[in-house]
């Protein structure tokens, strides 16, 4: 039995087969050989079956064969050692070997191992900051990857790349920094997470709760200056909410949830912590084993000496002071660059809101006080714009732009002109109908732009009374989750919004209006003299009256009167200086006496002279070409005046008078006459006789010709006659003229009513001299 062959498929391992003596094994060996023959031979049969197969039955073979060749030498070395003392001399040694090797190698693999922990941990942090992960988390890290980086720096076996990894932390701790300020600095509705961020904090620069406080609060104010830096509408909104949130966190955070979420931290070794569990990339399972005892039982220390409510609320107390002066700072350089009245109503309105929902949260004395300043804040911008609004100052009325105005564009444009312009009908006659507008008020174009200007002032200043009536109505708890009547002051609140405020920007409007339109009246007054374009003015004015008459029923404005009866006696001094020189000139050299024309007993003048006939149409054409639309009673009669006071004191001499020289009747010389007929009666008489007699009468008083020059100015006084009957030149002339031809009574009537009656004939052909269209005459 004990040299029978055991069964090959009975053993497990190849350790059984050695348990049997050497020559049992040998056999053994022999009887292995033989069935691998045996199966050679079998596999060779099925070699065609598939070429795939042979070839792996092939490389299987070969590999069997390696191994078996290993366990031939095995097993003779085993036969050669196979004695008790060599194993026993070579166990020892493995033992001394293994316990050199395992305390020099323990020491490189810990150090090995706590540098991929280190590698983990700061590329996790970046992670998490890359991500806006949890803020908390990556401050643990931190500090673990900061234990390890020292426990592996003072290691003898640290690896050459610890020095670069001394930068990536430095690196990861500035970004985590940053990341930190960033999440604190931002508002958020989780406080739990506010509270994490700053237990992070602390936990990097090992702060106390009084020193954690004090960096909110700077990170949360230097938020509020970038925010300020470059404001417009959303931003002072946002710095708004960053201020009310900032209040509202901070009491809440501080002292109760952050000392409870910091106090968490010192319950867990920092290893065992569950957020850093949770980081797989750590490896933990594996590294754990070759990490330092003293940083797996590493707990952060926190330190007791807790902030107090008192404390928290002297330092909101100081920060409320300065974040307020620097709202009020960045709100005022806002409204600096703000022109738009619309948005400065609106930025008020959601400003003073923001104010208003957080006094009624946060109560105090200086929460009014700061809505009282960006009230008046407000106002006062408000109030520059409305100044703003109602100056008209770009009105061109400087006497260098005014001595440009040529000719043809202060005159305005002839109506047949319109004729020859092409107007597009095919949408309505809107600009047809606006160039007969523009014609009839003689709209020239240097007038239009000034138009155009005047709209724009009264576009503005409805725009702003828009505004200061919805300021009047606004109300300020519609969009908004509180009522006014929880403060304490919301009745002078209400007031100084809703009214004062109102009434200031309204005031400041009204004086600004005012203002412009005395400097206006200034301007036309000194420049309307230095023109030779008075109708520019005349015109001007007009435009601007109509509109601040328009004004006045909304603003309550002062009226401007302008010295309109120095800008009349202007233009008329202008209009009638030619025909008034033409016409003085004609009626020294007037001869011709249309004698035979007379009527009645004795014969008077029934109509005026040529000469005053014409003087009267180039008065009214001149009228006319400077446009009938500057003629209105009060300048017709200036003009009136102004022409018979020229026309009488140009007239008044011996000259008009007190005619004298040769009569002309019916176009021949009453001297001359007489001399033809004694030269036809005494044809020898000599001519120093006919040069006596020429003397004589030339010294003789021409009635006839002082007979149709009083009649001529009694005509010109009915037509010249003002609305307000003076004793003005032409009727003294009239009563020196009646006195030099001693005329009774009855013919002065005559003769006045025969002037009276010539003009009511012909007044239809002096349209703009008529009289009123009621029948009262000036």
């Not at 076996?157 to 300020?181: N, S, W």
């Not at 399972?285 to 000496?305: C, E, K, N």
């Not at 009014?368 to 911008?381: H, V």
Request: aromatic fraction near 6%.
């Amino acid at each position: 039995m004990a040299g029978q062959i055991p069964d090959p498929r009975s053993l497990t391992t190849w350790e059984d087969a050695f348990q049997h003596p050497l020559p049992v094994v040998r056999k053994l060996e022999q009887q292995l050989r033989r069935n691998i023959d045996d199966n050679r031979e079998k596999l060779r049969s099925l070699v065609g079956a598939s070429y795939r197969d042979l070839l792996g039955t092939a490389e299987r073979i070969i590999e069997m064969d390696e191994q078996m060749q290993r366990v031939e030498t095995t097993m003779g070395e085993i036969g050669r050692k196979c004695n008790a003392r060599t194993v026993e001399r070579v166990a020892e040694n493995h033992a001394r070997m293994r316990k050199t090797l395992g305390q020099r190698d323990g020491e490189r693999y810990q150090a090995m191992a706590q540098t991929k922990v280190l590698q983990n941990a700061l590329t996790m942090v970046m992670r998490i900051i890359k991500s806006g992960g949890n803020a908390l988390q990556a401050s643990k890290l931190l500090v673990l990857g900061r234990l390890l980086y020292r426990h592996v720096s003072e290691s003898p076996h640290a690896p050459t790349v610890i020095e670069e990894l001394r930068g990536k932390l430095a690196t990861a701790r500035k970004k985590l920094f940053v990341y930190l300020e960033r999440v604190i600095a931002k508002p958020a509705s989780d406080k739990t997470l506010q509270a994490n961020s700053l237990c992070g904090y602390a936990l990097i620069t090992s702060s106390t709760p009084k020193e954690v406080l004090r960096y909110f609060l700077q990170t949360r104010f230097q938020q509020l200056e970038n925010k300020s830096e470059a404001p417009t509408t959303d931003s002072m909104v946002r710095v708004l909410d960053l201020y009310s949130q900032t209040l509202l966190d901070s009491r809440d955070l501080f002292p109760r949830r952050f000392a409870d979420t910091l106090a968490q931290l010192a319950k867990t070794p920092m290893v065992q912590d569950f957020q850093v569990q949770l980081v797989f990339e750590l490896n933990l399972d594996v590294y754990g084993l070759f990490v330092a005892a003293d940083i797996r039982s590493f707990t952060p220390w926190v330190r007791h000496d807790q902030v107090t409510t008192a404390e928290v609320g002297d330092a909101l107390s100081s920060w409320t002071s300065q974040a307020q002066r620097c709202v009020l700072e960045g709100l005022q350089d806002y409204l600096s660059g703000q022109h738009d009245a619309r948005v400065v109503f609106d930025t008020r309105q959601k400003i003073i809101s923001k104010y208003l929902s957080l006094g009624s949260k946060v109560r105090g004395q200086s929460h009014t006080k700061a809505i009282d300043q960006i009230r008046a804040t407000f106002l006062a911008r408000l109030q520059e714009i409305a100044s703003s609004a109602g100056s008209i100052d770009d009105l061109i009325l400087t006497e260098t732009s005014i001595s440009s105005i040529n000719e043809s564009a202060a005159q305005p444009q002839k109506l047949w002109d319109l004729a020859t312009e092409d107007f597009d009908l095919s949408h309505g006659a809107v600009k047809f109908r606006s160039a007969i507008i523009r014609n009839r008020h003689g709209r020239s174009i240097p007038l239009q732009a000034e138009i155009r200007k005047l709209d724009e002032w009264v576009a503005r200043t409805h725009f702003i009374l828009e505004l200061v009536e919805e300021m009047r109505t606004s109300r300020w708890d519609n969009d908004i989750d509180f009522d006014l009547e929880d403060l304490d002051d919301h009745d002078d609140l209400l007031r100084d919004l809703n009214k004062s405020d109102v009434a200031a920007v309204t005031e400041r409007l009204r004086d600004a209006c005012a203002n412009s339109l005395n400097q206006i009246v200034q301007k036309v007054t000194s420049l309307s003299a230095k023109t030779e374009h008075p109708a520019y003015f005349i015109r001007l004015w007009r435009e601007i009256d109509r509109r601040q008459r328009a004004l006045r029923s909304r603003l309550d404005l002062p009226m401007s009167q302008l010295a309109l009866t120095e800008l009349y006696r202007n233009f008329a001094l202008s209009v009638s200086r030619e025909p008034i020189d033409t016409y003085t000139t004609a009626t020294r050299q007037q001869t011709h006496i249309a004698v035979t024309l007379w009527d009645g007993t004795p014969p008077l003048p029934l109509q005026p002279s040529p000469v005053a006939f014409e003087f009267l149409m180039a008065i009214q054409k001149a009228l006319a070409a400077d446009g009938a639309d500057t003629w209105s009673y009060a300048a017709v009669d200036e003009l009136k005046g102004v022409v018979a006071e020229e026309v009488s004191a140009r007239l008044d001499d011996d000259a008009f008078t007190r005619v004298k020289g040769p009569a002309m009747t019916n176009g021949h010389s009453e001297a001359h006459d007489d001399d033809a007929d004694e030269e036809g009666d005494n044809a020898e008489a000599p001519d120093k006789e006919k040069l006596v007699n020429g003397s004589a009468e030339k010294e003789e008083l021409s009635r006839d010709r002082l007979l149709q020059n009083l009649f001529d100015v009694q005509y010109l006084y009915r037509v010249l006659r003002r609305s307000k009957q003076d004793d003005d030149g032409l009727g003294r002339l009239i009563s020196s003229m009646r006195m030099t031809l001693e005329l009774d009574t009855p013919a002065s009537e005559r003769l006045e009513r025969s002037a009276n009656e010539y003009w009511k004939r012909t007044h239809l052909l002096f349209g703009l001299l008529a009289p009123a269209q009621d029948g009262s005459s000036y």
